[in-house]
């Protein structure tokens, strides 16, 4: 990996891309700027440069200017980063440059994970003040397709979401967002816990998807930080009894740490699974009623088809494998619901509310913390990839 930490202006050997200068802006930057609130124009408003992670290539960041708007807004907040976590797609971009069909094709800002500080609001902005701290919703929906006004605006095929490509991510100094999309927190709740909200956020979408609650015994296929975050608020929705599958031992002693009732370690080889299905619906000691599979594997999602009981449900949260072969037609014969789950939607109040009440604590996740310099940002990337016992790795700016 390789990170360089430039002030004025990019060198110009960045893949496919002209040089990127601070001061006046390029070609490539105007072309990007309707992609996300961060990159238009040029930026007036603050003395120091607007610094962000790039990714540029195969393992390649470069920490560079990332211009924002000369004016904000009127429904616009810009927000002083202080607290980032990494994402398994932060990851996955910088090692690949591409999830699916969402490809990196020029420079990308990382990070979607975030909490910060307003410094300044739109003139028409009425719930926020300069000086709040507020999580911050990724995804910018168009809020005008069929999809938005049902309400399903995590569908909207003009989402606009931080650090998917074309659109720039928040691991920067400063980024401008829409104020609706900007969540006070509470003094009770800390910055890095603002940015949790944002995985927390696809565990409570699940729950809801799979209508956990008091009744519902839930496994859990996958102990990374969704997993466990979806543990978390399966506890918290009310299910009385949690179990965790994982191949890694660590995390399975972390989850029973946060409260699994149970957990099972299971291997990657698919000629194990008959025997680990009969371990794991031994371990619940009753039926499965919901299975979330936070892994997306076929070994995985094959495992929850079987081990839920007929009449159940399977979320399938991970997305690991593009392509699947799956005993659908054995489930369907069990009547076993698939449903699929695609980010999470009206969340953050919920989450806040959470972390405040303390029926949720995130606090143990964050299990490696990092600053914003040209070191910090290469030994975070590297802890996090490597994985071990590295669950949430946080900047704090």
């Known amino acids: 990996m390789q990170i360089q930490l430039v002030i004025s202006k990019c060198r110009g050997d960045c893949p496919g891309t002209a040089v990127i200068d601070s001061r006046r802006g390029s ?7 309707q992609m996300g609130k961060g990159g238009e124009g040029s930026d007036s408003s603050t003395e120091t440069p607007n610094l962000a992670a790039w990714v540029c290539g195969v393992d390649v960041l470069k920490i560079e200017p990332y211009e924002l708007p000369a004016k904000l807004g009127a429904n616009d907040v810009r927000v002083a980063i202080k607290a980032v976590g990494i994402c398994g797609s932060d990851v996955h971009y910088l090692k690949h440059m591409r999830i699916a069909d969402f ?35 990724p995804g910018i929906s ?53 940015a949790m909200c944002e995985p927390l956020s696809v565990g409570v979408h699940a729950c809801r998807r799979a209508n956990v609650g008091a009744e519902t015994q839930v496994l859990i296929m996958g102990a990374g930080p969704i997993g466990l975050v979806s543990m978390l608020v399966a506890r918290a929705f009310g299910s009385p009894r949690v179990i965790i599958a994982d191949i890694h031992p660590d995390r399975l002693r972390v989850a029973k740490e946060l ?30 009623d919901v299975t979330l599979d936070c892994a997306g594997f076929s070994k995985t999602v094959n495992t929850a088809l079987k081990a839920t009981r007929s009449g159940g449900m399977v979320c399938i949260v991970g997305m690991g494998d593009d392509d699947m072969t799956l005993p659908l037609t054995a489930a369907a014969a069990r009547e076993v619901d698939v449903r699929g789950v695609f980010r999470y939607r009206n969340t953050y109040p919920l989450c806040i509310n ?10 143990p996740l964050i299990t490696h913390r990092f600053g914003f310099s040209q070191t ?9 990839a490597a994985g071990g016992d590295a669950i949430k790795v946080m900047f704090n700016l």
Not at 27 to 33: L, M
Not at 122 to 131: F, I, N, Q, R, Y
Request: proline content about 5%; charged content about 30%.
């Open 259 to 288: 409260g699994a009732d149970a957990v099972v370690q299971v291997s990657q080889r698919p000629e194990d699974l008959e025997l680990e299905v009969i371990e794991i619906q031994k371990a619940m000691g009753s039926d499965i």
């Open 27 to 33: 070609n490539w930057n105007r072309k990007h700027s």
């Open 142 to 194: 168009c809020s005008r397709c069929k999809l938005c006004k049902e309400g399903f605006y995590n569908l909207c095929p003009e989402m606009k979401f931080f650090a998917t490509p074309p659109v720039h991510g928040s691991l920067a100094n400063r980024v401008v967002h829409p104020a609706d999309l900007c969540f006070k927190l509470p003094e009770n709740v800390s910055l890095e816990e603002g």
């Open 376 to 384: 910090d940002v290469e030994n975070a990337f590297k802890t996090s």
């Open 103 to 137: 490809i990196v094709k020029e420079p990308m800002v990382i990070g979607h994970e975030s909490a910060g500080i307003v410094e300044e609001i739109g003139s028409d902005v009425k719930h926020l003040e300069v000086g709040d701290r507020v999580a911050l919703e």
């Open 354 to 363: 959470l972390l405040a009440t303390g029926k949720i604590d995130v606090k």
